[in-house]
């Protein structure tokens, strides 16, 4: 009679606990890697906004804004948009954008309010 005991059918069983142990920590791994890839692209999203945000504000420095700015702020505009930058901001920049001469002073300041409440 054989006995089921023996090392030879003992053998794949104890093959098989590595193994399961392996997947174990493969799929905890894949859920840590993940996390950290999603915390990477957080960061780096919040980088690029406050970037952008940054070179949206620019043109507001000297409290005036000219024909140049307003065409920096028009080629930014869509940038802001994709980016998903705060609405008020974007609002303020279109308004800037479609001034058809001179930007009105009560656009600058809802530009320049817009640009202190999207700065961290």
Not at 110 to 116: I, M
């Amino acid at each position: 009679m054989k006995n089921s005991s023996s090392p030879r059918h003992r053998l794949p069983a104890l093959l098989v606990v590595p193994l399961l142990f392996a997947l174990v920590g493969c799929s905890q791994l894949e859920t840590a890697v993940s996390d950290g890839a999603k915390d990477v692209a957080t960061t780096a999203k919040a980088a690029v906004s406050a970037e952008l945000t940054k070179r949206i504000c620019a043109p507001l420095a000297d409290g005036t804004i000219s024909a140049e700015d307003q065409a920096r702020v028009t080629d930014l505009l869509k940038a802001a948009e994709a980016s998903g930058l705060a609405t008020d901001l974007i609002a303020s920049m279109q308004k800037v954008a479609d001034s058809p001469a001179q930007v009105s002073a009560s656009d600058i300041t809802a530009f320049v309010e817009a640009c202190k409440a999207a700065t961290p």
